[in-house]
């Protein structure tokens, strides 16, 4: 689904990835971790296509196409979702406004009809009450006034909205107390599929428990330094990410 | 001849009319409003127009307005042949007692002046309630002593003939919406001088729209002084749309005077205008007063727009809002200047002010300037000024949902104009004007969009430049 190939990235000239290689199948869910600056979230929103990011070098290939190419919105427009580890208030749009525009454009892109009212207030409904957001919520703004925790949540609800077929969540963890980090990975694991991928980018392997990765890359510098299962998580838990750092 | 008088020339014309047409000037007067018309003509001449080397007028220049040769009109206009449909208001939900003014003279339905209420409201004329009720005008007219009058003020007590008036006695609340249309309509260059004097007794509520609509594609120029009185514990919500043609000037004064535990929203929706002044004067001479004064301008083109906002707390225990929200395209400009005097004596007071603007272009200007005075030592006071472009972030984050780059920015400029918008408390007027931005923001407002007259010749529509279709 997702083919990267030796990506290099910098922002204000100055290099964040640095030859970054990896490869996704549909169904599979993989973990990102490694220490704080290491160019995690850089990687995360050069998929997304934020153009603060300048791509250098390397490829990113979705579902064969170069995805390089594509502004932000066709990008999610085929099926990438970012969740955002910092999601931006939008004051004087709401909520349920701002949903079905975001399904309906995407479904414009696709050659589909808008959503019709009662599909989108049923789903609207049943995603709200998944993630445990009050029922105000669809008139509520955009994360405003939103707590931490209940912007994470938002983040998950728009992408249960969404329906995408690759989310990357960008420490959407953190925040989160043990609840809401249930209530959220929950939420997560209702899209897992054969047919999607999730990209889960974290500092604990406490998120991990509840969201099992089938693979774990470790990221330093700008690239990946280890690759494993879902036991290298626990491992990094217990030794920290020292040992990996030479 | 110098440069100067070729550029005042319309202050010598205005010195002549005035001296021609003193017959028709003075027919409704009562001695007191006579001799004030004459004392603020003598001032008229000593200060002429504003001009660009006073300080509340660097940023405004009236010369461009000033060079046409215009007419003023000393009787009514005449009612257009199809009556007054065009003034009715398309609202859905919303009952309005509709009152109507055609370029600057009231006109009613059925020739009746005044129309007088059970609770014993009186709306109407202004010339008729000068003769009919001349002690209530007079004791409110007679209130010419603005400190910072310019000669605009002057002028129009010099010459406003008429306007309306709306006058809600004490305990009285009006349940329906007054709405006041400001309709300008004739093939010619217009100066219009109104005056309205609104006075709401002790405990009394009133709601009033007012709209200022161009229907012509002339050049006007409309010198308006609006005149009202808060009894104690009364209340006042009123709204103020302003969307005329791009060629037309509007020099809008409104003077609020606020007795004790009065309450006041005033919100200026500014959508189209070629030179668009409003001049606010809220004088909290009570206690325990709230005055909120918001204000929204989207302007393009070599649109101007200029909000001059004086709140004075001279008694304490009072609170008040200003806030303004512009949104400016092309090389557009945009004045703001917030003034909040709290005087010695007015410990207590709550004053608060806050002005963001959003420049969609390198041309697009803003003056903002914020300006507190505090003379007393027990009071709150902030104000907060900013000029921006769309945050990027915000922009990503909306197109990472699949809204295209025009669309994002259409919701962003949309959800930074509701601020102000969420303050219309009266849910119809409300969607109305959510309404009327959101056109206006996507480029499909033109003066002529609420117009029956159906003429070939309409603006050109104006742009933002984005696409909200799907929004």
Redesign the interface.
Known sequence: MLTIKDLKVSINEKEIISGLSLEIKAGEVHAIMGPNGTGKSTLAWAIAGNEMYNVTGGSITYNGRNLLEMPPEERACDGIFLGFQYPVEIPGVSMANFMRTAINEQRKYRGLDPISSQEFLSRMEENRKLLGIDSKLANRSVNEGFSGGEKKKSEIFQMAMIEPTLAILDETDSGLDIDALKVVANGVNKLRSGKNAIIVITHYQRLLEYIIPDVVHVLYKGRIVKTGGRELALELEQKGYEWLKN | MDDLSLKYHLKDKLIALFEKHRDDLFRNDTSLISSLRERAFERFKVLGFPHTKLEQWRQTDLTGTLSHDYEQHFRPSVPPAGGLKYFECEVPDFDTILVSVLNGWFISPDNKPLTRLPDGTVIGSLAQAMLEYPRIVEEHWGNDDHSRATGLDALNTAFAQDGVFIYVPDDAVIPNTIQMVNMINLDRKLFIQNRNLIILGKNSHLTLVQCDDSLNHEVNFTNTVTEVFLGENSSFDHYKLQNINDHSTILNTTHFHLNDGSRMNTNAIILNGGLIRNDVYVNIKGEGCDANVYGLYLVDKDQHVDNQIYVDHVSPHSKSYQLFKGILDDQAKAVFNGHILVHRGAQKTNAYQSNKNILLTDKATVNAKPWLEIYADDVKCSHGAAVGQL????L??????????E??RM??M??????VI?KITIEALKITIDDLVKKRLRGELSVCDQCVLNCRNKENTVSFKIDMS??
Do not use: Q, T, W
């Open positions: 945050d990027p972030n915000a990503f984050y909306i197109r990472s949902r699949g809204l295209s780059e669309n994002a919701l962003l949309y959800a930074f104009a509701a601020e969420n799907k929004i």
